[in-house]
């Protein structure tokens, strides 16, 4: 899917898509859970310092909010 469609089936501007996808910006929950739907995934949820490959990834991607640093 490409990033356009998801942003059409979403209802969210291609934008949104773009920067999410680039780490560069946050969804909300209702955003994730959209995303989710339309790319028919499962929310998935992990503790920070775990050790399987999801955790890993995340820490390796995405950055705290600017308000925690």
Known sequence: MTQEELAS???MGIATIRRF???????????????CHYL?????????EGKDEFAKLMRERWKRP???Q
Do not use: V
Not at 21 to 35: A, C, D, I, P, T
């Open 9 to 11: 089936l979403s209802g």
């Open 21 to 35: 996808e680039s780490g560069r910006f946050w969804l909300n929950l209702k955003q994730y859970l959209l995303l």
């Open 40 to 48: 028919r995934c499962y929310p998935f949820l992990a503790e920070i």
């Open 66 to 68: 600017a308000d925690e």
